[in-house]
């Protein structure tokens, strides 16, 4: 099962607002879900009321291989910029890591 975080419409007509879920990709946008990991309301001025993100919970699927989605990845970086930037290093140490192997192994070829 491939799982994506991504955002959930709720509200009514023409004042919609969000919710941040794991869900599996297959399902529907407004489908059934994981688990709810926090809420985005565009239409609020306050930050407080505008995004709230589970920060550990939205960690513990990272780990497990959820996949954000651009819009998610966008309030995740807003609300918890830290996650988004330790994901970014550990993406680019991996990639140096499998670039060092390459250029040993065309060394030893």
Known sequence: MALKIRLRQQGRAN???YRVVVTDSRSPRDGRYVEALGWYNPLEAEMEKHLHLKGD????WLNLGAVLTERAEALV???????????????????????????ARKVSA
């Open 77 to 103: 970086a807003k609300a918890i910029p830290t996650l988004i930037q330790a994901r970014k290093e550990k993406d680019l140490a991996l990639k140096a890591k499998k670039a060092a192997a390459r250029k």
């Open 15 to 17: 004042r919609h607002s």
């Open 57 to 60: 919970r939205v960690q513990h």
